[in-house]
């Protein structure tokens, strides 16, 4: 028997959750807004 042609992989991918590119983005982002709080609050203690 003939199988049918898989029509989904024609169309563009719009999830994304089995990139791993999309979990270093989000870990990359995620770092940066933990250090430039980290270091907001860093200052403001430091100058109050």
Known sequence: MIEPEHVASDLPELDRTDDPRGGAVAWALLA??????GGIILVLVTVL
């Open 32 to 37: 940066v807004v933990v250090a430039l709080v």
